[in-house]
Structure formats: C-alpha cells, structure tokens
Nanobody
Framework: QVQLVESGGGLVQAGGSLRLSCAAS????????MGWFRQAPGKEREFVAA????????YYADSVKGRFTISRDNAKNTVYLQMNSLKPEDTAVHYC???????????????????WGQGTQVTVSS
C-alpha cells in the first residue's frame, strides 16, 4: 500500500507561481513512476505531468508545457510540481498519483496509476 499526501495548493493571482509537493510512504519510492493530474468542477480528471522512477524522463500536457516542471527527490520520497505563469484555467483540484512500475507506457493514461492522494486545491484569480 502507498500513501500520498499533497500540499502547497492555494489562491494565487494570474501570472503567479505555486509549488506543489507530494510525500509518499509505504513502498519503494524510486520504483514508482509518479504523475500529477487535475480536475476542475464539472470536468474529467486530466493529465498534467509525469516522471519516471529514476527521474530521468518527464512528460507534460501541452497546456502546461513550458510553464510547469515536475521533479522528484527519491531520498525524501517526494515529488514536486513547480507551476509558473499560472492562468485562471489552471484552477482545479490537483492530485498526485503513483504507479506500481518505474516506467509506464502512456504516462498520461490515468489507468496506469494505482494510488492517489486526496488532492490539493489550486485557485488562480484573474
């Protein structure tokens, strides 16, 4: 079993920045590919970014490419999402997810992730 706890969400003005963290416990962290997803009211959960277990490869949704950066510290069992140049359309509950595998074929496929955090709210005002 894996437990994931997100933090770092909040209210920010458009153009601002936030850094989300996701602390993991219960399994070898470096054996898990990690992802960030988000869900806005009335919309389906969508892929934001992902990173392989070693941290050697990262993947981004087109909507956040160039603005968001995913990283991980395997010594601290933590994955991060640095969000810059935030836009009102980034407003959503952001979820951390973990896979059983260090590399997933299809990083944006929600079905590849086996464990989920409770989510953290990100609100961007215009």
């Amino acid at each position: 079993q894996v437990q994931l706890v997100e933090s770092g969400g909040g209210l920010v003005q458009a153009g601002g920045s936030l850094r989300l963290s996701c602390a993991a416990s219960g399994r070898s962290f470096s054996s898990s590919a990690m992802g960030w997803f988000r869900q806005a009211p009335g919309k389906e959960r969508e892929f934001v970014a992902a990173i392989t277990g070693s941290g050697g490869n990262t993947y981004y949704a087109d909507s956040v490419k160039g603005r968001f950066t995913i990283s991980r510290d395997n010594a601290k069992n933590t994955v991060y999402l640095q969000m810059n140049s935030l836009k009102p359309e980034d407003t959503a509950v952001h979820y951390c997810a973990a896979s059983w595998r260090p590399v997933v074929a299809g990083a944006s496929d929600i079905s590849n992730y086996n464990y989920w955090g409770q989510g953290t709210q990100v609100t961007v005002s215009s």
